[in-house]
């Protein structure tokens, strides 16, 4: 056994949580080792997850025409090898430039990279197994980012080559005829409405509503864009077993339907990749999925080790699990005053169409003695959403009536991941009805939105309108 070395920061997992947390240490002169056992960093958000997933829906929305059809009504079919050879060679793609770019960030740093599985000795020491001799590190503080993985449930045969989680879905090598999904939460629902632009009949199971947590008037939009792909939903149901039935997959259903599919996706949500890592020998409390339990510091129940991202739970997103490593590496240093507001992160879901909010809902605004007041525009009385053939899309602004401030935005359509950060500046900075009024935004785009929904708004405020801008 080598003798341990001294860093400043320890970080378990290199996906994109590790990056942001090492990163930030280090810009503060801190001496940082990021231990991770894949060759290459990047962690779920690369090379399982977000990044595949959302490269496979770009290139199933190219491929399909999807973005054409309403607009010239082309119809595109392409061979369904060929598509599915194309899907996987642009994730490919992206995932290893993205690997590269951390690669650099990291080395630009100054981090170190150690390849290896790790495990607390204690509460300051770290063993790194690579299959030589183990070698310990050790630091005043560890940060864990090891992510999430999958939950399998019992009773599903997953070795079967047509029953799928959602990372064996994304080494797929055909493009099924029709497909059962298993859980209607955002992976869910981003798969289903992928598969069904692509052309596969698809079978979303759920037994409680779709995307849920999200504005139901959001979710309602949603689902109706999914249903005109194909997706049938079978809502207040779930799958008793999967069996396999000569060449296809039969799912039983309690009120005693059977739905037969080619393949099945079962997203059932994940487990926190703790296992090996040595919590419970230091005495760090681990709930009954293996995430890490933490204070509003991300600090573990032993003072000296911090954790983020997937490993800790909801909300499991990769923007949220980089800002939690930053805000963790602050506290552990004492950086500033750095601070993690969830009600101000956004939430973006990858479904087709799109769906994307920030700050409160109506519901929520309530809940906290708040008096809403509820803005909307629809994208088809948009120039730019006319243009764009997005008819459903639509943008809705939550305001407190008392003050008038933007305390909620949430959007469905075309570019609801990006049009969202509009809102969110606003939001983020105290901006109020007011401030959409008299802001300009390019004619046409799908941003003008927010100055109808505003005028929306003031109408239900009782105020005199503005005119229009001619």
Sequence with gaps: MRAAEDFDLIVI????????????????????????????????????????????????????????????????????????????????????????????????????????????????????????????????????????SPFRPPGIDF??????????ILEIDHLPGSLAVLGGGVVGCE????????????????????????????????????????????????????????????????SGQTITTDDVLVTAGRIGNTTGLGLDAVGIATDDRGRIVVDDAFRTSVPSVFAAGDVIGSPALAASSMEQARVAVSHAFGFGHDRYD???????????????????????????????VVGRAL?????????????EGMLKLVFDRDSRHLIGCACVGERATELVHVGHAVLQLGGTVDTFIDMVFNYPSLSETYKYAAYDALDRLGDEPRPAAQ
């Excluded at 899907?87 to 290893?96: F, Q």
């Excluded at 070795?159 to 064996?168: A, Q």
């Excluded at 939430?347 to 809403?372: F, H, K, N, W």
Aim: hydrophobic fraction near 40%.
């Design 13 to 148: 997992g290199g996906g994109a949580a590790g990056e942001k947390g090492a990163a930030r240490a280090a810009y503060f002169g801190k001496k940082v080792a990021v231990v991770e056992r894949r060759d290459r960093p990047g962690g779920a958000t690369v090379h399982t997850g977000t990044l595949p997933s959302k490269t496979l829906r770009e290139a199933a929305l190219f491929l399909s025409g999807y973005r054409q059809r309403d607009l010239y009504g082309v119809s595109v079919q392409v061979d369904r090898h060929l598509e599915v050879a194309k899907l996987i060679e642009r994730k490919d793609a992206v995932r290893t430039l993205e690997a590269d770019r951390m690669l650099a960030n990291l080395a630009r740093h100054g981090v170190e990279l150690v390849h290896g599985s790790a495990r607390l000795i204690d509460a300051t020491t770290v063993e790194i197994a690579d299959g030589h001799e183990p070698r310990r590190v050790s630091a005043e503080a560890i940060l864990i980012v090891t992510g999430s």
């Design 379 to 391: 994208f088809r009385d948009n120039a730019r959403g006319a243009i764009i053939g997005d008819r």
């Design 191 to 254: 798969y289903a409405s992928m598969f069904a632009v692509l052309g596969s009949r698809v079978h979303l199971i759920e037994r409680r509503t779709p995307l849920d947590g999200v504005d139901p008037e959001i979710v309602e939009r949603t689902t109706a864009g999914m249903q005109d792909l194909g997706v049938t939903f079978h809502l207040g149901e779930r799958a008793d077993s999967v069996i396999r039935d000569g060449g296809a997959l039969v799912c039983t259903l309690p």
């Design 159 to 168: 070795d079967d080559p047509s029953v799928h989680d959602s990372d064996s």
């Design 342 to 372: 969830a009600t101000m992160l956004p939430t973006g879901i990858y479904t087709i169409p799109e769906v994307s909010s920030v700050g409160l809902s109506e519901e929520d605004a309530r809940a906290r003695g708040i008096d809403p």
